[in-house]
């Protein structure tokens, strides 16, 4: 049994860390597409939407019975949350970039914190109101953290910030949803929102001007496979084998990932209060879903 429970444990952080340098790569994809960010997404949901088929087709997924109408009008919602947090988080690169997109969307956990406690009458402890303190110190250090360059720059660079955090609440939004579907297959649920999302966008979506050269399909059909369809089946595999906290440490190197590839394929170095307000803001995520508690606020028969 414990063999079994080892072998689980290997391959689950296997999958859980090639899952999030999948993740972390994906915005080298979008920024090399050379496509609107509507498009890179519509490509990514009609794609992805294609491998999820194959892959819940396989599972047995698709037969009659397994959704109610309920569970499937919450996937609905929930995949609208997370196209509108896609769009949002792509939409960011350009104003803020990759390192620094990637790390404000990284406040989701504190987003969920909130609706958490909205909707689902979840309780705020005084460690989880510490940890979202700190992420909010994180979070000034990086807005003051002005770009060096014009006026403009500034206000570019604050629109990044915007968009980052409005991805990072839409995330929250769809990871709300799916709390309400505990018990339905995840990836029939992400099928769901890929095919919402693809039905979302074709209005809006510009066809007269498709990638010209098979290096741009190559790109957007990789978004679609491996960083939607391929990155799903490993998380969902990993979320499966791990235990909460190893799923939660790992989910740090997303971020860590996004920011090398942004330092080596384009150059970005984060400047000293970037850096500052990266960490706080990775350390404060990481109390959260590690479940830390400062010494201080730990009940005083607990502390040796």
Same mark, same amino acid.
């Given at each position: 049994?414990?063999? +079994?429970?080892? &072998?689980?444990?290997?391959?689950?952080? $296997?999958?859980?860390?090639?899952?999030?340098? /999948?993740?972390?790569?994906?915005? @080298? *994809?979008?920024?090399?597409?050379?496509?609107?960010?509507?498009?890179?997404?519509?490509?990514?949901?009609?794609?992805?939407?294609?491998?999820?088929?194959?892959?819940?087709?396989?599972?047995?997924?698709?037969?009659?019975?397994?959704?109610?109408?309920?569970?499937?009008?919450?996937?609905?919602? =929930?995949?609208?949350?997370?196209?509108?947090? @896609?769009?949002?988080?792509?939409?960011?690169?350009?104003?803020?970039?990759?390192? !620094?997109?990637?790390?404000?969307?990284?406040?989701?956990? *504190?987003?969920?914190?909130?609706?958490?406690?909205?909707?689902?009458?979840?309780?705020?402890?005084?460690?989880?109101?510490? @940890?979202?303190?700190?992420?909010?110190? &994180?979070?000034?250090?990086?807005?003051?953290?002005?770009?060096?360059?014009?006026?403009?720059?500034?206000?570019?660079?604050?629109?990044?910030?915007?968009?980052?955090? =409005?991805?990072?609440? *839409?995330?929250?939004?769809?990871?709300?949803? $799916?709390?309400?579907?505990?018990?339905?297959?995840?990836?029939? +649920?992400?099928?769901?929102?890929?095919?919402?999302?693809?039905?979302?966008?074709?209005? !809006?979506?510009?066809?007269?001007?498709?990638?010209?050269?098979?290096?741009?399909?190559?790109?957007?059909?990789?978004?679609?496979?491996?960083?939607? &369809?391929?990155?799903?089946?490993?998380?969902?595999?990993? /979320?499966?084998?791990?235990?909460?906290?190893?799923? =939660?440490?790992?989910? *740090?190197?997303?971020?860590?990932?996004?920011?090398?590839?942004?330092?080596?394929?384009?150059?970005?170095?984060?400047?000293?209060?970037?850096?500052? =307000?990266?960490?706080? !803001?990775?350390?404060?995520?990481?109390?959260?879903?590690?479940? @830390?508690?400062?010494?201080?606020?730990?009940?005083?028969?607990?502390?040796?």
């Amino acid at each position: 049994m414990e063999a +079994i429970m080892s &072998g689980d444990i290997k391959r689950g952080t $296997a999958e859980m860390t090639a899952a999030m340098l /999948i993740s972390g790569t994906i915005g @080298w *994809f979008v920024v090399m597409s050379g496509q609107p960010v509507s498009g890179v997404v519509f490509w990514r949901c009609l794609f992805g939407a294609l491998t999820l088929l194959v892959i819940c087709g396989a599972l047995g997924l698709l037969r009659p019975g397994i959704l109610t109408l309920r569970a499937f009008a919450v996937a609905v919602l =929930g995949g609208i949350a997370i196209v509108v947090n @896609w769009l949002l988080l792509f939409a960011s690169y350009s104003h803020a970039t990759i390192s !620094i997109a990637t790390t404000v969307y990284n406040t989701q956990p *504190f987003m969920l914190l909130v609706l958490g406690a909205l909707f689902l009458g979840e309780k705020i402890t005084a460690a989880k109101l510490f @940890w979202l303190t700190l992420a909010f110190a &994180g979070m000034m250090a990086i807005v003051q953290a002005k770009p060096s360059g014009s006026g403009d720059t500034f206000e570019s660079y604050g629109l990044g910030i915007l968009m980052a955090l =409005g991805a990072a609440f *839409f995330y929250a939004l769809a990871a709300l949803a $799916a709390k309400w579907l505990k018990g339905t297959p995840p990836h029939l +649920i992400a099928l769901i929102q890929v095919a919402t999302g693809m039905l979302m966008l074709a209005p !809006i979506t510009d066809f007269s001007q498709p990638p010209q050269d098979a290096g741009s399909w190559a790109i957007l059909v990789s978004i679609g496979v491996v960083h939607t &369809g391929l990155m799903y089946v490993l998380l969902y595999g990993a /979320i499966q084998r791990l235990p909460t906290h190893l799923t =939660g440490a790992l989910s *740090f190197l997303y971020p860590i990932a996004a920011i090398l590839v942004d330092r080596l394929a384009f150059g970005h170095a984060l400047q000293p209060m970037q850096i500052a =307000g990266a960490a706080i !803001i990775l350390l404060a995520a990481a109390g959260m879903n590690l479940g @830390w508690t400062p010494r201080w606020l730990r009940p005083r028969a607990l502390q040796g």
